[in-house]
């Protein structure tokens, strides 16, 4: 049919009731059209009655329908231009390729079609869809001045349609979000600034959480009615909220989240009024609280990840499960990247970066990144450089606060663990976890007894004996967090007990921790863990820390402790494996003299036993000795160290001595001393050659005293003759 004859054919079906039927062949024929209609007056009536059709638009399909119009153009403009270029190689004489239209022509007729008959935000459609076809991908089809004028244009329509919300409605919004999405990476800067942030942001922030994107968590409930109970849990593919789950998967601008946040973020930062801005972050702080309410009733959060497969259906864990979870995860990263922004521009922005804006703000986005907790400590879902910021940003700011931080950690805090066979459900375990590395870096803030009551105690419940993680319950297998939540309240004790204004309750707190620490070792920390903490114990029961002039035999105390064992408390001589779960760099394996840097990259590895953790964990602690009872210590340890039956697992310990006497981590006092006990004390044999400690003793070398090197020794029998 010719080109006239289906551009009057098309014009008549435009004028059609809506028929679904028909739709398809519309849409089809225009494209069409667009790309063989040589008349550029042609291309502007098309266009026109395109965006005013009754059959289109009187009842649209969402955000589809305007995805298929942007397609249209976006299709027709990279047929226009692949035709340029093939009738630019053709021979003179030789009938064109298409329409024969150029590039630029086409593009301004087809700009001339949307007109005042049709609305702004369909004009940006249109306009972006020209924009991608012709300059996306490097084509560089236009002059340089069209493709200002384009982007102007879009920027222009886009903004015009947000300033007037009704006429434009929810849909327009919608469609103005989806098309800039698709045309923010085109733009230039100028053309960037241009936008007005005010006005878009709230658009992008309701299109994000609204029908057309996370539909405000309501996916969530009615799981529970499609879950059909029994020895393997069954959630049907087809079940009505397995199907709701596909369509919002499907829906265009959930499948286009990754530019929307990019979008977001440059809003955020460049909207005039931080009202709004503030506003937009309200917004997502109550739906990633609905979110975890939402997800807190639904059976599926009572299931560890560690036993989904055993609990879950073969079917339901290939399909929805996974479904869902990737779902789940896209909204952790959206609403991660926006808050970045946000607590980006916090750091900026005078009107937020006051006393009283920027607590509220850093708070408010640790409730939110809360609030998601449960997506984020699954597989290491937090595990990206945007989270990073966005939550030690926000620790940052508010440890400035002390009252905010109190605040914080008293509205969050978890209740105390069950004793006994009773696990709590994964949810609290991962808002536990949340909150013990949290309040982590919060001690310095805190006041003592604030200190005592938000971070010690929630800990300390949980290196307890009678704690759920210890309990037989917890052991067939265990919870996916146990480790992490072990080493986290680990980590919170030991940041309490670093903070010197916290010296009163170190005293009675040391104790039960190194107790603690002991008892957990091997089976659910690693070498390297306990190592690092134990050290750290010692570190703050010696000088310069208060501890040490209220308990001065207190770091002597912890090393015997720990000598004990090594020599006499049943320390395995096995090599450990790695504990269940650990998720952390090699664990079992320590590099012979290690420090970091280089030189542990160039030593090779040895598997070490419980009692070579010990021995290394003894001679770690060294370098924070007080003077006057270091000498007698590195004699002790180096005959703590002799003791290492395994000649591998000895050397390893060797090295490490002598990593502590010259590596730098003495100070100047501390060196001295150990200079001159390998020189004149017997340290060089000790620790080179495995002999006993000097004393009194027949002979040289064997039980007697080391003597330097040409010493004059007075034989036993043989007296002076003087």
Known sequence: MPADRLLATVLRAYQNDPNPAETDKILGTTATLLTSLNNPLNLSLLTSHFLTARAIWQFPDGLRTCLR?????????????????????????????????????????????????????????????????????????????????????????????????????????????????????????????????????????????????????????????????????????????????????????????????????????HATDSNIVLRAHDQLLSFTAGLLDKWSHCPLSAIDISVETKVLSPETVQGPHRMLWQLLKKILYTIVATLQSVVGRSLLDPSIRNDIVGPSVAAKTLHSLRNLSFISTRQGASSFQVYTFTYLTSLDIITRYPDACVSFLQETQPPLPQTGNVVPSPVIQATTLFYLNTAEHLPLALPTPACEALVITPAASYLSTTSWLTSPANSHPPSSLTLELFESAHAAVLSALSCPQHSPVAASLVPFYVDALLASFPARISPRQFRLAFRAVVQIASPPYPLSASDPDLAETLLEMLRFRALEGGASTAPLLPPAGDQAAPTTTISAGQKGGADQQQQQQHPISEQAALVLALLDALPYLPPPALEEWLTRAAETMNAVADPAMREVARRRFWDVLVGGEMDVERSALGVAWWGTAGGREMVLMGRPRPGPGPGLGEGGDFMMSGALVQEEGKGSRL
């Open 69 to 269: 119009i942007l397609s249209i153009y976006n299709t027709a403009a990279i047929h226009v231009r692949k035709n340029e270029l093939q009738n630019a190689e053709l021979a003179r004489g030789q009938p064109p390729v298409g329409s024969g239209v150029r590039s630029d022509s086409w593009a301004r007729a087809v700009a001339k079609g949307a007109d005042d008959r049709s609305s702004r935000w369909q004009h940006v459609l249109v306009l972006t869809g020209i924009l991608m076809g012709m300059e996306a991908e490097d084509r560089r089809s236009l002059s340089r001045g069209l493709r200002s004028t384009l982007e102007q244009a879009v920027v222009t329509a886009a903004n015009l349609s947000l300033h007037d919300p009704l006429r434009t409605g929810p849909l327009g919004r919608g469609a103005v979000v989806l098309a800039l999405t698709y045309a923010f990476p085109l733009l230039s800067h100028p053309a960037r600034q241009q936008v007005d942030g005010n006005a878009l942001l709230p658009a992008l922030i309701d299109a994000m959480l609204g029908e057309e994107g996370f539909q405000h968590g309501d996916f969530v409930s009615p799981i529970a009615n499609d879950i059909a109970p029994g020895q393997n849990i069954s959630w049907h593919a087809n079940s009505p909220s397995a199907t709701r789950l596909q369509k919002l998967e499907s829906r265009p601008l959930a499948q286009n989240m990754g530019p929307l946040s990019r979008l977001a973020a440059f809003t955020v930062q």
